[in-house]
């Protein structure tokens, strides 16, 4: 059973709060924060949800009243002096919180943190971290309407299932429990259409993304006798189409998907010497271990980091590192 006393007995003392997640959203970070804040605010509490980065155009149908604010450079601390308490969803590394963190830092607010990535990290004052939930949605679900019994309304239910989608690659992926299916199916209870979340999420794309995808396919390698497949875009791509990183959130599905890989990467310079990149794997390797090399973290079959140097020298690296974890399979 999980413990939710000490955050419980924090948002029992307070009356004003923070809620935010990582740079990039995802369904998530967003859906997680949006059902805390609704639960929140059936138990009288001030709630504002403030992102490090714009939330990606596919959530916006999570999000009807245009609550959620994204922090922008030249922002002040002092907007959100009034807060007591900085509740981090999604997300226990400090610097995923990028310039927002920065600013934060320095205010006395009390951290609590809710998340079910494996981390180390330590800069919350009070934190539930559980790698066996299969979204932090559900915990906050069961923590919020299960045990604090606040009520449950469409907006909220639309953010769990939302969340669970996403977070289980729309009920494929191995997270995919009993548990999960229930939960999904009491949203489904509760009024949440299945169709309209599925046409949403994935049958929304702009042209250009089509266009991102071509020529982003067109990087496409394989090493590690095809065990291993990346693909690496640079800025000349998204010049080119007029994508930005919201258009590479389904591109390493695509490596993936290859008979006889099972580590897939997916690398993006959007900006001089700053590289992203998201680790996936398909059935051993645990890509969490492969992105804490360079810093990242995540899931065992998803995973994520940030490197500082040319997108050239990062596949360089991250190649080298995935074909020696490769190396050693079971």
């Given amino acids: 059973m999980r413990d939710y006393g000490p955050i419980l007995d924090v948002i029992r003392r307070h009356d004003r709060f923070l809620l935010t997640s990582h740079l990039f959203p995802d369904g998530d970070g967003i859906g997680s924060a949006l059902v805390l804040a609704g639960a929140l605010r059936r138990l009288g509490k001030d709630v504002r949800i403030w992102m490090p980065s714009p939330s990606p155009a596919r959530y916006a149908f999570l999000d009807p009243t245009g609550e959620i ?36 830092a320095p205010l006395p607010l009390v951290r609590v943190c809710i998340d079910h990535h494996k981390s180390a990290s330590t800069f919350a004052d009070v934190a539930l971290l559980d790698v066996t939930a299969p979204a932090t949605a559900e915990l906050v679900y069961e923590m919020m309407i299960e045990t604090a019994g606040a009520e449950l309304d469409l907006t909220m239910a639309q953010a769990v299932y939302a969340a669970l989608v996403t977070e289980t690659g729309g009920f494929q ?61 640079g800025p000349d791509i998204f010049r080119e189409t007029g994508a930005s990183a919201e258009d590479t959130v389904t591109l390493a599905g695509y490596p993936r998907s290859i008979d006889g890989v099972e580590l897939a990467l997916m690398f993006f310079e959007d900006f001089p010497n700053s590289v992203k990149i998201s680790f996936r794997s398909k059935s051993w390797l645990d890509v969490s271990e492969l992105a804490r090399q360079f810093g990242g973290g995540g899931h065992e079959r998803a995973a994520g980091a940030l490197l500082r140097m040319p997108l050239a020298e990062a596949v360089q690296r991250v190649t080298t590192a995935g074909a020696a974890a490769l190396a050693e399979s079971p």
């Avoid at 604010?69 to 990028?98: F, N, P």
Wanted: aromatic share 6%.
């Fill in 69 to 104: 604010r994204h922090w922008q450079s030249g922002m002040r601390g002092s907007e959100l002096a009034d807060r007591q308490v900085l509740i981090v969803l999604d997300c226990s590394a400090w610097d995923r919180l990028d310039g927002f963190g920065k600013m934060l």
């Fill in 173 to 233: 992926y191995s997270n995919t429990s009993a548990r999960v299916l229930h939960l999904a199916a009491r949203m489904l209870e509760h009024g949440v259409s299945a169709d309209r979340v599925n046409m949403e999420l994935n049958q929304r794309n702009p042209a250009h993304h089509i266009r991102f995808l071509a020529c982003a396919l067109q990087t496409l390698e394989l090493g590690a006798s095809g065990k291993m497949a990346w693909v690496a875009v």
